[in-house]
Structure formats: C-alpha cells, structure tokens
C-alpha cells in the first residue's frame, strides 16, 4: 500500500512542481512588466502563452491521476 501511495504522489507531485513554477514566475514577470509599464514582444507573449500552456497540461495530468 506504502509502494502505491508514493507512486501517486510521485505522479501528482512532478507536474504540480512545474504548474507552480510557471504560475509563479508568471505572476512576477507580468508584476514587473505593468510595474515598468513595458509593451509585450512577440516573443515574452509567446514565452507567456508557452508557460499557461504548460500549466494547463500540468494540471490535467493531476487532475488525471486523482
């Protein structure tokens, strides 16, 4: 039963380590971007959309699991 319980949280563990670290990054680059009142570039609104999207795989996975 030990074996089963860290399998699962192994598996819902990884993908909410990199939801997190998206979510968190995201809050404090947009935080530092209205801060300077910068103009999004292409590519930090690709790299942005990228990141969400991560997050969403992320937490499908989790919600898979459970």
Do not use: W
Not at 28 to 46: Q, V
């Amino acid at each position: 039963m030990g074996m089963l319980a860290a399998g699962v949280a192994h598996e819902i563990n990884n993908p909410l380590s990199y939801v997190l670290y998206n979510l968190e990054s995201l809050t404090e680059d947009l935080r530092l971007i209205c801060k300077k009142e910068e103009t999004l570039t292409p590519s930090m609104l690709a790299d942005i959309q990228n990141r969400f999207n991560e997050s969403l795989q992320g937490s499908i996975r989790i919600r898979n699991v459970a």
